[in-house]
């Protein structure tokens, strides 16, 4: 059974510039979560996505958006790139009414 | 506003002994506060969970203690081994699935 997966690992981008990472849930579940971790902290929730709609945001500018596909992976996409948004990027899913999340090695994004 | 945060930022121990890391929380409406240890290069891994409504859970070797009057959290590891060495981080969830993490401890464990 796979875990969370996440693509691409690395990234590099140029400020100003647009990403998108993407996630596939852990099989079975249906609500994917996405977290940025900057470097020696913990990581901040973005959003979460459940039945291909955002159902709750975390103080982040609308320069961060998502998606969730029928089969339940999802994609995060940040516009306008800022040297600030370096950071590791961290795709987490459950199955809801279960509290576990389970994270996905993430993507680790460095805007130069 | 909402927090979670930790006591220590480095925790060094010998292989054998037992590992304490605290955990403060000042969101009193969480309901479910989690353990995850997060190794280099990997996302963060659960350890251990607890509910508002109990102050002990026991795992494997790994012990939560939850006290809600002076809003503390403690991850307690017995005879840590080298493996156990990565940052820990505990989290609240107020219900809503959206996890609030604190800044984590690095816990290091020497021979």
New interface residues.
């Given amino acids: 059974d796979a875990g969370v997966t996440q693509s691409p690992t690395h990234l590099i981008k140029t400020r100003g510039q647009q990403v998108t990472l993407r996630c596939s849930p852990k099989s079975g579940h249906d609500t994917v979560s996405w977290y940025q971790q900057a470097l020696g902290q913990g990581p901040q929730f973005i959003f979460q996505y459940y039945e291909e709609e955002e159902r709750q945001r975390g103080n982040f500018p609308d320069r961060f958006s998502g998606h969730q596909f029928p089969n339940y992976s999802s994609e995060l996409n940040v516009n306008a790139l800022l040297l600030g948004d370096s950071a590791l990027y961290l795709c987490a899913s459950a199955l809801t009414g279960m509290n576990e999340q389970f994270f996905g090695p993430g993507t680790r994004l460095t805007v130069l | 506003g909402e927090s979670?945060g930790l006591h220590l930022p480095t925790l060094s121990v010998q292989e054998g002994d037992n590992s304490i890391i605290n955990c403060a929380y000042s969101n009193s409406a969480s309901d479910?506060f989690?353990w995850?240890k997060q190794e280099s290069?990997?996302?963060?891994?659960?350890i251990i969970?607890i509910r508002s409504n109990m102050d002990k859970r026991q795992g494997q070797r790994v012990t939560v203690l939850l006290n809600k009057t002076v809003k503390h959290l403690s991850l307690q590891i017995a005879a840590t081994q080298p493996g156990d060495s990565a940052v820990y981080?505990c989290?609240e969830?107020k219900g809503?699935?959206?996890?609030?993490?604190?800044?984590?401890t690095r816990l290091q464990v020497f021979p």
Avoid: E, S
Wanted: neutral net charge.
């Fill in positions: 979670v479910y989690i995850y290069g990997k996302g963060p891994q659960f969970d981080f989290a969830n809503t699935d959206k996890l609030i993490f604190g800044t984590g």
